[in-house]
């Protein structure tokens, strides 16, 4: 069969299998709270053993493995005459809080609207789904086109990977692969997929100052220390007003490589997506009055450091007057290639010891590197080519992604090319409450898969026409 004729027979069952996993897989995993900051065991290998089932229906050969964390599901079919691609996406999600704001359960999945809501359902069990969609209706031609898929499904995404490394490490032969599709893309506002060729490091820390034993009567506020006013003096002097971070050499060892192909692909990107996000969230500027061509290289070329959490005190409903005895601050730090996040951490801790805050107690709940894949890879440059089937418009290239994923596992370690495919869209609220999806983007990214896995299989024969 030709290229065109095998296009057209995994096209037409697209709709009728969308829909199938839309109820099936999706349904079934987004059931489970696969939640990995709570720590319950038998819920992640709940979650890790119906991925591993929904594969095997399609005839995969499974195996649900660890390297001392949550499972991870290691999956594969095909033979691979001609190609090998490796597949990545993770099972874990978001806690839901705060509940009160959902306006359903969100461990149901919930269809209004021509839109599927619950936790997980763009970030990341919607992907899952869809691209379980994407193969069944390939699974008839794979050994036609001889293609060999490889899929990894961890639970830890959301917790920092701490144990994938050391699992693609004494798996290394099997993560072999000419080709990748890492866990996301989105739908932008003029109908666009986006596709990040990279995602930024992560250190994660939490630094807490402590004061008294006990919380006291603030009526003793003038003579008790207060750790709040420490923390907040401390935060003061880790970035300006302009948003630049004040940590020595933080933006020392970005890849000058990275920095050269990543300002090519801002060239030809717009800034309507970023202007339409400002106006959407109410704000009138960006940090520092940032616009244009320089916003789209902080966001996609810069590190970053920023404050998730402060707590401290009381934070109830009425008054209560005390002076706290600890505060607490969570920091993300986003890192770009390059970057070591050793030297972050250890850069930072000097900088916080230096300002005077000794006693402050550094915890660090996850770290890794940033990972990036250049514009001509094949699998790249077979995802545009089928995003502008799938889609009906060229795709949204970007260097790197404002978020963070341990992709440099597979493009630095496994050596693996990655590219993009998703089924959210720019009002998918990710990490909050409504998560969602359209059913419509759901079709069109089962759609995008399917003819990457064509596209990328035909280039590696040298014919795609």
């Not at 720019?426 to 898969?449: L, M, Q, T």
């Amino acid at each position: 069969m030709d290229v065109e004729g095998l296009k057209k027979a995994v096209l037409r069952y697209v709709d009728v299998l969308a829909s199938k996993h839309i109820k099936h897989s999706l349904e079934a995993l987004v059931d489970i709270p696969t939640v990995s900051a709570w720590g319950e065991h038998h819920v992640m290998l709940d979650g890790a053993n119906t991925v591993a089932s929904l594969l095997r229906e399609l005839g995969f050969k499974t195996e649900v493995a660890s390297s001392g964390g949550y499972p991870t599901v290691l999956a594969e079919i095909g033979s691979g005459g001609n190609a090998t691609i490796l597949i990545y996406n993770h099972y874990d999600v978001q806690p839901p809080d705060p509940l009160e704001q959902w306006e359903s359960d969100p461990f149901k999945l919930m269809e209004r609207g021509g839109k599927l809501y619950g936790r997980g359902v763009a970030d990341n069990k919607g992907n899952i789904a869809a691209r379980i969609a994407a193969l069944e209706t390939l699974i008839p031609y794979l050994e036609e086109i001889g293609l060999r898929v490889k899929y990894v499904i961890e639970g830890e995404e959301e917790i920092g990977s701490p144990t994938l490394e050391r699992l693609v490490l004494d798996r290394i032969d099997w993560f072999k692969a000419g080709g990748g599709i890492w866990e996301t893309a989105y739908i932008r506002r003029d109908g666009r997929l986006s596709i990040s060729l990279g995602f930024k490091g992560m250190v994660y820390l939490e630094v807490k100052i402590r004061g008294a034993s006990r919380d006291v009567h603030s009526g003793y506020s003038p003579l008790i220390p207060n750790p709040a006013w420490s923390i907040a003096r401390l935060l003061a002097r880790l970035k300006d007003e302009s948003g630049r971070v004040l940590i020595p050499n933080f933006y020392n060892d970005v890849d000058p490589e990275f920095l050269s192909f990543g300002e090519e692909l801002l060239n030809q990107m717009d800034v309507s997506e970023l202007e339409a996000l400002r106006e959407e969230l109410g704000i009138k500027e960006f940090i520092g009055g940032l616009s244009g061509l320089e916003a789209l290289k902080a966001l996609h070329l810069s590190p970053s450091l920023n404050i998730s959490g402060l707590y401290s005190g009381y934070t109830g409903k009425g008054s209560k007057t005390i002076v706290p005895s600890e505060a607490t601050v969570k920091l993300d730090i986003r890192l770009v290639p390059g970057q070591d996040p050793k030297k972050i951490l250890e850069a930072t801790v000097k900088y916080i010891e230096a300002l005077g805050f000794k006693d402050a107690e550094i915890y660090v709940e996850s770290m890794y590197k940033a990972g990036y894949t250049k514009p001509g890879e094949a699998i790249v440059e077979a995802s545009i080519d089928a995003a502008e089937q799938a889609y009906g418009l060229k795709p949204h290239v970007t260097p790197m992604a404002a978020g963070s994923g341990p992709i440099y596992i597979f493009t630095d370690i496994a050596r693996i090319p990655m590219t993009g495919a998703g089924v959210g869209y720019y009002g998918s609220r990710v990490h909050a409450p409504n998560e969602n999806i359209r059913v419509e983007d759901f079709i069109k990214g089962v759609k995008h898969v399917a003819l990457t896995f064509i596209e990328f299989t035909c280039r590696q024969k040298g014919r795609c026409s």
